[in-house]
């Protein structure tokens, strides 16, 4: 299991799986600094290429929404050797509680197998394989990652990082805290409806895709929101009460409706139409 995560002991194992928490999951309604939101597009490294993208855009984000640097992160140097088709990275893991992640882009697919902890072995570089991996670290303090391929791998600037799993635990324990105003009433997926007393102006970010078909009343009131990361659904408040509802309507559904019953009806007029000429 992912280090941090906590084994969920009442579900029993099956099929050599089991159930874990994670105790660093934030709630799906989070209040902000409101001055985080408006001077900084929280994520901006979405837009980024490059091996640190990943890592930077999370960072980002939870200074964001921390109001302050989460420093969450930190570099992790590694020693690479390559022979035969296999280039490997040796990494000294920091001391402390720590997980340690690599990213290591390519140029175009090439089909290569990667190993990153003991006794797994996956594709990598082909459609739908990861970017960002888990790295196992192994007793001695150090780890390693394997990748193979066919003749030379278009790989390039790899990147490996350690996320600190006690700050971690610190930032996300404080976002609670800030977000205790924000009441979540219901949540089924097309509906929200959030309840929120805050003291001061901030911004509440709601852990669901930003997209048109959203409709959002704030007090009664139709609103527009922003995006978070460039993903997430993002309003800014007040200081006070307020009753926030969204209702998710998906976009072109009724004039795609009108569209397929005028489409049925012609057709049903052209064969009335068929019959009755080939009657005649």
């Not at 999951?25 to 993208?53: H, I, M, Y």
């Not at 004039?255 to 000429?277: E, Q, S, W």
């Amino acid at each position: 299991a992912l280090p941090g995560l906590v084994e969920v002991e009442e579900i029993k194992e099956r099929n050599h799986k089991s159930v874990y928490y994670n105790p660093y999951a934030l709630p799906a309604a989070v209040l902000f600094p409101r001055e985080e939101a408006a001077g900084n597009d929280a994520g901006t490294a979405v837009g980024r290429s490059g091996a640190d993208a990943p890592f930077m855009t999370l960072e980002e984000m939870y200074s964001a929404l921390y109001g302050a640097p989460a420093e969450l992160f930190v570099p992790v140097e590694a020693q690479e050797t390559s022979a035969d088709g296999r280039t490997t990275w040796t990494l000294n893991a920091p001391e402390g509680n720590y997980a340690l992640y690599g990213n290591i882009p390519w140029e175009e697919p090439f089909e290569g197998k990667l190993s990153a902890r003991e006794g797994e072995r996956y594709g990598y570089g082909v459609w739908l394989s990861p970017s960002v991996f888990w790295i196992e670290e192994r007793g001695d303090g150090q780890a390693a990652v394997t990748l193979e391929a066919r003749g030379r791998a278009p790989i390039s600037d790899p990147r490996f990082y350690a996320l600190s799993l006690d700050r971690l635990g610190e930032v996300t324990q404080s976002i609670r805290r800030q977000s205790a105003g924000a009441e979540v009433l219901t949540w089924d997926g097309r509906r929200i409806h959030v309840k929120v007393q805050t003291d001061s102006p901030c911004s509440l970010l709601l852990s669901a895709a930003a997209s048109p078909g959203w409709e959002i009343l704030v007090n009664g009131q139709r609103a527009e929101a922003g995006k978070f990361g460039k993903c997430l659904l993002c309003l800014p408040l007040e200081e006070g009460t307020w009753d926030v509802v969204l209702q998710y309507r998906t976009p072109g559904l009724v004039p795609g409706a009108a569209l397929t019953a005028l489409g049925i009806l012609l057709c049903a007029l052209y064969v009335v139409r068929a019959r009755r000429c080939k009657g005649s």
